[in-house]
């Protein structure tokens, strides 16, 4: 059964910082994706990792992954208040999507 | 990326009734769709697959007889949850892809609450 691990799943971040959400997962896979959840709505797709060394920014987002250490990060450059929202990371297989628990996300002046 | 939409958006019920929500894939022809169930402050919990013209696979521990799914066509996906208790209540999440795409579109969900 493949597993997806987040850490950390609640982060407190100050408006300018950087920081880091990690997932890790089980099983081998070339295919991992983030989301974003804002409260009450669905999922918002922010990046598909399809290879090794797979590397995506987008604005002040960053994701990467790493199918050897079975690793994706997704790194947050100068913290702003509209990037407050839950960060999933998901794995796929068959098609089917494994989720991690979530990053709860609170940006503070 | 795909649109997806997903009605009702919100919908309350009492319990002992049934509920059925829709899932349509359009712009393009979905020929697999995924249920998922979302409870508060949770992640998302895959329920069923399934392909158009075929009965849904179901992850273990969902009543296939609670959670009846059909996907009559390449566009449209219905979950009807049975007799609905209480603990049914959950943002129930619709996503379509197909073979030639490497990634599930997702539909904006449905709150359900049964009293």
């Known amino acids: 059964e493949l597993k997806v691990e987040q850490n950390p799943l609640f982060l407190s971040m100050q408006e300018g910082k950087n920081y880091t959400i990690y997932c890790n997962y089980s099983?081998?896979?070339?295919?991992l994706y983030w989301y974003r959840q804002d409260p009450g709505k669905s999922l918002e797709s922010l990046f598909v990792l399809l290879s090794n060394g797979a590397v995506k920014q987008e604005g002040r987002l960053m994701a990467s992954l790493d199918t050897k250490a079975r690793l994706s990060t997704l790194h947050i450059t100068a913290a702003v208040h509209d990037l407050s929202a839950t960060y999933f990371c998901?794995?796929?297989?068959?098609?089917?999507?494994?989720f991690g628990a979530g990053t709860t996300v609170t940006v503070r002046a | 990326g795909a649109v997806v939409s997903q009605h009702p958006s919100r919908v309350i019920c009492k319990s002992g009734t049934s509920v059925k929500i829709e899932c349509r894939s359009l712009d393009f022809q979905a020929t697999t769709m995924f249920w998922y169930r979302q409870f508060p402050k949770q992640s998302l919990m895959l329920m069923a697959t399934s392909n158009e013209g075929s009965k849904a696979t179901y992850e273990q521990g969902v009543e296939k007889d609670k959670f009846l799914i059909n996907h009559a066509s390449l566009t449209l996906s219905t979950l009807t949850v049975t007799s609905a208790h209480p603990e049914d209540s959950s943002f129930y999440i619709c996503s379509v892809t197909a073979s030639s795409y490497n990634e599930q579109f997702f539909g904006p969900g449905t709150r359900l609450t049964v009293l």
């Open positions: 998901a794995v796929g297989g068959d098609y089917k999507l494994s």
């Open positions: 099983t081998t896979s070339d295919r």
